[in-house]
């Protein structure tokens, strides 16, 4: 694999020289170029940026320099043109792996307030180009981001990493975080390590291992759990303050069935202004999916001591009756917190298809519990 680099600061990269990296190049598996972005400047001051056009704070990224390294470098159809911004597709293992798969990458490092959109549009007409961010943070520059990428990328060619099988052990490697990992002496400090490591029994360490892989990825990163994806692909994820307008719309639309279903209007869902649910997206771990940019699906579940209170399962009416209501049930149930022993819900005392739903998904009507009125308490144990 070639790794090109844009910069104006060549010297950042110094580290690719080093350890791992610096082997694989040395070894002849990847060619590292680190270009100073001014060399393909014409004046005296060797500028890259100039002023907004707009105004505004801040300089922008001319884009000449980038359109004649460009051309230097012979950027074509093979090559992977990545601009790291924070205005990019998230960093993930699964990106480094499709990344892994090029045989060409350029980095384009961003500076001062970014570069020139013009470049990014042109270097979309020869090449593929991936807009990457390193994480909802701003850097001075991408420079740090690019050596990020490059490292995460790079370990996953074939031949780079001394032994392949710590490849498949780690982090993300599985969708689950790693669990945690112990070395000799076997009591430090007063910490002991877990008894099972210790027992040479395989089983048995295979097995804590994977429960505390599962353990953490529940309390630390319960987004990544499945099942979080629909079967088009479309992604349940957790929903964001700008989502508070369809969210409302949405619960307007599901809660009109369930008043004609129910013969009342007398529901909490449906009086609601966009500062309620602002108000209640603060205090419930909330996700949405969408479909083609369109807000279809939503569920809410919070801890009220041990139980993981479930609610506002919303699908949008035309998508009703495929399955999308359960799958967003079976989502929230699975990112319910580790202090979670049981799951609570309610629904409308006549609303028959919910009734059929949860029952089908484990859940038992409880009468004996207190319910708005008009309502009936739901509840499953958690196992
Ligand atoms: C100061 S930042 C510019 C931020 C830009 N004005 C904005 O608000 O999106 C300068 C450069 O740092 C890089 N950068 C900053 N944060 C980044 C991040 N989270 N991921 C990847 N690159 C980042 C980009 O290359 C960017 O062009």
């Keep these: 694999m070639r790794l090109d680099y844009l910069t104006i600061f060549p010297d950042y990269f110094a580290p690719l020289e080093l350890s791992l990296p610096g082997k694989a190049a040395a070894g002849g598996l990847v060619e590292f170029h680190v270009h100073d972005l001014r060399k393909w400047t014409h004046d005296r001051h060797r500028t890259v940026d100039d002023t907004p056009y707009g105004g505004g704070a801040g300089m922008v990224m001319k884009p000449e320099p980038f359109g004649e390294a460009f051309d230097a470098l012979g ?20 990106l480094a792996a499709e990344l892994s798969t090029r045989s060409r990458l350029v980095f384009a490092c961003g500076r001062y307030e970014g570069i020139d959109q013009r470049v990014i549009e042109h270097a979309r007409e020869r090449a593929e180009v991936r807009e990457i961010s390193l994480g909802d943070y701003v850097l001075n520059g991408g420079e740090v ?11 996953l060619l074939p031949g780079f990493m001394g032994n392949a099988e710590s490849l498949v052990e780690e982090s993300h490697a599985d969708g689950l975080l790693e669990y945690p990992v112990y070395t000799k002496p ?13 027992s040479g029994d395989h089983a048995r360490v295979a097995a804590w291992r994977h429960d505390h892989a599962v353990r953490r990825t529940v309390e ?7 099942p979080s994806v629909l079967d088009d692909g479309s992604p349940i994820v957790r929903a964001v303050p700008a989502d508070a307008g369809e969210l409302l719309t949405l619960q307007r639309a599901c809660w009109v069935a369930e008043a004609l279903e129910n013969d009342s209007l007398d529901i909490p869902a449906l009086h609601e202004t966009l500062d309620d649910v602002r108000a209640w997206m603060t205090e419930w771990d909330t996700w949405v999916v969408r479909r083609a940019d369109r807000l279809v699906g939503a569920v809410r579940g919070r801890l009220e001591g041990n139980a993981w209170d479930i609610g506002r399962i919303m699908v949008a009416p035309d998508l009703q009756g495929q399955g999308l209501g359960r799958v967003l049930l079976e989502h929230i149930q699975a990112v319910a917190p580790e202090q979670a022993t049981s799951y609570l819900l309610f629904t409308g005392a006549a609303s028959v298809r919910n009734h059929r739903m949860y029952k089908k998904a484990g859940f038992r009507m409880r009468p004996d519990l207190p319910a708005p009125a008009g309502a009936v308490m739901l509840t499953k144990g958690r196992r």
């Design 75 to 94: 950027i074509g159809a093979d090559a992977t043109v990545v601009f790291t911004t924070p205005s990019g597709e998230p960093f993930d293992q699964r």
């Design 186 to 198: 076997p009591s430090w400090r007063g910490h002991d390590v877990p008894d099972v490591l210790r």
């Design 220 to 226: 630390r990163r319960p987004d990544l759990l499945a």
């Design 145 to 155: 981001a690019a050596l990020a990428v490059t490292e995460a990328v790079v370990r």
